[in-house]
Nanobody, 122 residues
Framework: QVHLVESGGGSVQAGGSLKLSCVAP????????IGWFRQGQGKDREFIAA????????SDQEDVKGRFTISRNDAENTVYLQMSRLKPEDTAVYYC???????????????WGQGTQVTVSA
């Protein structure tokens, strides 16, 4: 069992920023891709970005790709998601997940954190 822990969610006004964190066990962090997803109420789980080693995989949605940035801190086994210029439609539960290979498909990620709520008000 891989234990991933997200933090950093909260409520923010439109136009604001938030930075989410995902802490993974060292063995997971060094051997698997860590990705960020989100799921709004009544919507499918949506890929945001993922990273592993020196490679980043981004969303194919230009609006998300232009406002959200993934990064990692190897010393702290942590992956971050910096979210800027937030919009009410960004309101969702945000999850980090781990997978053995690069993919935008949530079905390829066997390990998930518990999620952190992000609420953006108009």
């Amino acid at each position: 069992q891989v234990h991933l822990v997200e933090s950093g969610g909260g409520s923010v006004q439109a136009g604001g920023s938030l930075k989410l964190s995902c802490v993974a066990p060292e063995t997971t962090f060094s051997s698997r891709m860590i990705g960020w997803f989100r799921q709004g109420q009544g919507k499918d789980r949506e890929f945001i970005a993922a990273c592993a080693w020196n490679t980043v995989l981004t969303s194919d949605q230009e609006d998300v790709k232009g406002r959200f940035t993934i990064s990692r801190n190897d010393a702290e086994n942590t992956v971050y998601l910096q979210m800027s210029r937030l919009k009410p439609e960004d309101t969702a539960v945000y999850y980090c997940a781990a997978a053995p290979m690069f993919s935008r498909d949530p079905m390829q990620y066997p390990y998930w954190g518990q999620g952190t709520q992000v609420t953006v008000s108009a």
